[in-house]
């Protein structure tokens, strides 16, 4: 599911660059209409995503039935823990865990209804003053938009790929077969060493696929913060250039125009600093996210394929994950800010045309903070032993959702 996943947002990006043509679009638009509308993007790129989504929901829904909807008593006794391999130690569920992962793949289909509907409302078949004939090619401010809007559930299916995996382990159908578990456990008996170090190497595989997953939804998150920025900024400069006009022909009737810089060219001289200092910010986080992803994946990667453990045998690429997501956590912070700078200074020229920044604004904050400290928080209670590390998992990417 992760490899499709990023095979299909960089397929995604591609046909976007291709597509986002006026001479390109003519020539599809001359196509009958529903053909048009399939070819674009956003509607082929959701249509692929939306089946992605329904096989995972069909996964999730395989795994429920043959756990009777995850209740602990049918769960085999493997050994959870890291601290502990006794083999009487279920690892239960706590009660409100096991309903909130039951509840992830409906959340994700309701998230994704929403998506699709905010995405009709931005790619309707609508008549433009420029452009006339080509219903389905988006402005570039609309285009922004959409990749803003689809972050939910690009989030979503990533989130849900996770509790798929961390089920499949806490219910023992990651890889071990009823003969596996027969040998491996059985009733009342010892788990051998090397079933214990198969399990082991799974919850490691199962972790490391997991970090990744969210790593490339966060890369996604910060991409879409870096989109609302870029949306904010344009929305401010074309208010800027309607009032250009205005401005320099009030300047004229003044005598001593010549020392007047600033407000000759308001958009040189203020604008444009504006725009580069905010976006420095945005994206050094979006860089930051960029080699956090790459990270994860290299790790994941040589787990997957040479069964290595790299924190194991190099201990220093640990500190480096830590320090990786701490400037990941400033770096957020500063975009955010930079973004809170905007929203506050501009409000009133951003709420012009129904734009709505605040609502807009504050579900990319809300959603890039809780995402950044969660995995704290989670951590902490993991440390004080009140969850062992596979339901801290679950908790983490259930609590995502």
């Not at 409000?347 to 950044?372: C, D, N, R, S, Y």
């Not at 004080?384 to 259930?398: F, G, H, I, P």
């Amino acid at each position: 599911m992760r490899a499709r996943l990023v095979l299909v947002l960089l397929a995604h990006h591609l046909h976007r660059r291709i597509c986002n043509n006026r001479q390109r679009q003519r020539s599809i638009h001359r196509l009958p209409a529903a053909v048009a509308l399939l070819i674009q993007p956003y509607v082929l790129f959701h249509c692929v995503f939306l089946f992605l989504l329904g096989e995972s929901c069909m996964q999730m829904w395989d795994l429920m039935q043959a756990s009777s909807w995850l209740d602990a008593e049918n769960f085999p006794r493997w050994p959870y823990s890291r601290r502990s391999n006794d083999p009487s130690e279920r690892g239960l569920f706590v009660v409100f865990l096991r309903w909130m992962a039951i509840a992830t793949p409906i959340v994700t289909l309701l998230t994704g209804m929403v998506t699709l509907v905010h995405l009709w409302c931005h790619h309707v078949n609508y008549e433009r003053k420029f452009d006339k004939g080509l219903h389905w090619y988006p402005s570039h401010s609309h285009d922004l938009a959409m990749q803003v809007v689809a972050m939910p559930l690009i989030y979503g299916v990533f989130s849900l790929d996770c509790v798929i995996q961390t089920l499949l382990l806490m219910t023992g159908q990651a890889s071990f077969g009823d003969k596996e578990q027969e040998h491996g456990l059985g009733l009342g008996r010892t788990p051998s060493s090397e079933f214990l170090k198969t399990l082991d190497l799974m919850r490691h595989l199962t972790e490391e696929r997991c970090s990744t997953n969210l790593e490339l939804a966060d890369l996604c998150e910060a991409w879409a913060l870096y989109n609302f920025g870029r949306l904010c900024l344009m929305r401010i400069r074309r208010q800027i250039r309607q009032e250009v006009p205005l401005l320099r022909s009030a300047l004229a009737r003044l005598d001593d125009v010549e020392k007047l810089l600033i407000f000759r060219d308001p958009e040189h001289f203020l604008f444009r600093p504006l725009e580069v200092t905010t976006g420095i910010g945005v994206k050094i986080f979006v860089y930051t996210c960029a080699v956090k992803s790459l990270f994860a994946l290299t790790v994941t990667f040589v787990a997957d394929s040479f069964h290595i453990k790299l924190c194991e045998k190099a201990p220093w690429l640990c500190h480096l994950q830590r320090s990786m997501d701490g400037a990941a956590f400033v770096t957020s912070t500063i975009a955010i800010l930079s973004l809170i700078a905007i929203e506050h200074g501009f409000h009133q020229i951003l709420e012009l045309e129904g734009f709505a920044p605040l609502l807009k604004f504050l579900g990319v904050k809300v959603l890039v903070t809780v995402t950044f400290l969660q995995s704290l928080v989670i951590s902490f209670v993991q440390q004080r032993d009140l969850l062992k590390s596979d339901e801290a998992n679950l908790c983490n990417v259930t609590w995502t959702k």
